[in-house]
């Protein structure tokens, strides 16, 4: 399921095979994907349009171009790709943007999200993100601490909650709940200063390791690599790993490692 650092892998493909290139076709193979366009509409608005920075916040996209701004969301399932002209068409492929020889192909099996238009690169960029929360990798200890302070809510629900930090899903979430000892059920408001700290330090760490990486990655040493085991154990103690759904997700951690401190 791509999350923050899928996203920012996503941002990185995107600079380095389109930025400064001009979109010469776009070729919608499923509408299914478009929310708020027609494929008409898309085609005449970007074709001849350039490819500028690219952004993104939390786990959106933000394909600009010298005119509107495409806004893409992947998911469980949405991808996007570097391909050349030539390269055999994945019968994945939802929208693909021709530059030339070159083509960025959004790739999406399930179509859960998909791409949105944006013809004012400010105003409508921000309304449709108007609900998010500040990325997560921009959050410092004291924003963080003002985020969490006063919210009744498991930490695990919150850390996970868009509107509250924009980026987290359900493996960086486990991952950092691992890291931090701390079990996904506690309630947000009776964290600690010092576990609020070692939260917020973990959630930093965890985020730097799996952009580097383009995924969180399913290393031995890490919770991610050990929870799909058909007997898991924890990569720290070695003991059995827990199973349940918190806040309607499912969550895996140490019973040891993060005592339930309820």
Not at 139 to 156: P, Y
């Amino acid at each position: 399921m791509p999350e923050l650092p899928d996203v920012e892998g996503f941002r990185e493909v995107l600079a380095s095979c389109g930025q400064g290139r001009r979109i010469t076709r776009v070729e919608v193979h499923d509408a299914g994907v478009l929310h708020g366009v027609s494929a008409e509409r898309l085609r005449r608005r970007l074709e001849g349009r350039r490819f500028t920075e690219p952004g993104r916040h939390g786990k959106w996209l933000l394909a600009r171009t010298d005119g509107p701004t495409v806004l893409m969301h992947f998911g469980m399932t949405g991808q996007l790709l570097c391909c050349r002209e030539g390269d055999e068409r994945h019968p994945h492929d939802r929208v693909v943007f021709a530059l030339g020889r070159d083509q960025l192909r959004f790739r999406d099996q399930r179509k859960l999200q998909g791409i949105w238009l944006a013809d004012d690169p400010d105003a409508d960029v921000a309304r449709a993100l108007g609900d998010q929360g500040p990325d997560a990798m921009s959050l410092d200890r004291a924003a963080f601490d003002e985020l969490l302070s006063g919210r009744r809510s498991r930490v695990k629900s919150a850390l996970t909650d868009q509107s509250l930090i924009a980026g987290l899903g359900n493996l960086l979430a486990d991952e950092i709940l691992w890291r931090a000892r701390l079990h996904p059920a506690r309630r947000t408001d009776e964290l600690t200063d010092e576990e609020r700290r070692r939260l917020h330090t973990e959630m930093r760490r965890t985020l730097r390791s799996s952009v580097r990486a383009g995924r969180v990655p399913p290393r031995n040493s890490w919770l991610t690599g050990r929870r799909d085991d058909p007997d898991p154990a924890c990569p720290r103690c070695d003991g059995p790993l827990s199973r349940r759904r918190v806040g309607g997700r499912g969550t895996v951690w140490c019973p040891r490692c993060q005592p339930d401190g309820s």
